[in-house]
């Protein structure tokens, strides 16, 4: 099964709105951590988590990673028409490789 | 301090056709990986060099991708023959440690 599934798949808000995205995963982790890749452009590190955090704040960001649930949220406020992209979720499993295990990401819109 | 170097950008050739894609990583950082997204899908792990020797190639997707390190500083993925299949963006990123990943820009590449 696929690690760190997102969804929404695609949003769309207005500018000044809040954004969240929810992402879930299925083996123990030791982090997750949130990218972005604006349209076809490189991959951008947001926010790391590690597992025994519950919540974290960068800016406008938040993220909450619930261990019980195997899920974590990604909550942009305020919204800009720059935070227009995608934006992936990431595991690196619990005594395993390095190795990422990213979603198919949700797509964000943010209309001006 | 540079980032994670990748060329070119975007390559188009057509299929049967050989691509060589660069990564630069970061100066000094032993981990590299490389990951491919194709159009629409996930993000997948391909590979990870630690300095020169390969780590983990669990997720070359077959004996047409090669991927070398030699020396330890910039690595190569070649596809040889290209397929209309392998059309999408391959990412790379390094690490030091765990000091967490910088990924580059990405080659997108399209195979005709």
């Known amino acids: 099964s696929q690690q760190g599934e997102e969804d929404p798949q695609a949003l769309s808000i207005q500018e000044g709105e809040n954004a969240t995205m929810n992402c879930s995963y299925k083996t123990s982790i030791n982090n997750l951590q949130w990218y972005r890749q604006n349209s076809g452009r490189g991959l951008v590190h947001l926010i790391l988590?590690?597992?025994?955090?519950r919540e974290k704040h960068s800016g406008r960001l938040r993220v909450t990673l619930d261990t019980s649930k195997k899920s974590s949220s990604l909550l942009i406020t305020a919204s800009r028409a720059a935070d227009t992209a995608s934006y992936f979720c990431a595991t690196d499993a619990w005594r395993g490789s390095e190795k990422l295990v990213f979603g198919k990401g949700t797509k964000l819109t943010v209309n001006p | 301090e540079a980032g994670v170097t990748q060329f070119p950008s975007h390559s188009v050739i057509e299929k049967g056709q050989t691509v060589t894609l660069r990564c630069d990583p970061i100066s000094g950082h032993d981990n590299l990986y490389w990951y491919r997204r194709v159009m629409g899908k996930e993000i997948k792990f391909l590979l990870h060099f630690v300095k020169e020797s390969k780590q983990d190639e669990s997720g070359m997707p077959n004996n047409r991708f090669l991927a070398e390190r030699t020396g330890g500083t910039y690595s190569t993925l070649k596809v040889q023959p290209a397929e209309l299949e392998d059309s999408g963006v391959y990412f790379c990123?390094?690490?030091?440690?765990?000091?967490?990943?910088?990924f580059g820009s990405g080659t997108r590449l399209t195979v005709v």
């Open positions: 988590i590690r597992s025994n955090e």
């Open positions: 990123a390094s690490s030091q440690v765990w000091s967490g990943y910088t």
